[in-house]
């Protein structure tokens, strides 16, 4: 089995040794604890989540319009200028 495309999972490996060797002494612990997640999870990916929406709103027709002026006197917020 490959990681990358066509490359071979022993030079793949044989990299990620040279990279590994690479790591400053103060980061290696950082470097092994990542190694050590991906070495955990799990090979397949997760199936993504479907959300079912329903169009119905019941609001003003101009709120997404008028939404920073809403805020901000809720907010009690006095200048009028936007971020």
Excluded: N, Y
């Amino acid at each position: 089995m490959t990681t990358e495309g066509s490359r071979e999972p022993v030079e793949s490996r044989a990299d990620a040794h040279r990279v590994l060797d690479a790591v400053p002494d103060e980061r290696v612990s950082t470097a092994l604890e990542l190694l050590r997640q991906l070495a955990e999870e799990p090979a397949v990916e997760r199936p993504r989540r479907q959300f079912r929406t329903v169009g119905i709103f019941d609001g003003e027709a101009d709120l997404g319009r008028r939404a920073k002026d809403i805020v901000r006197r809720e907010l009690g917020g006095e200048s009028s200028k936007t971020a």
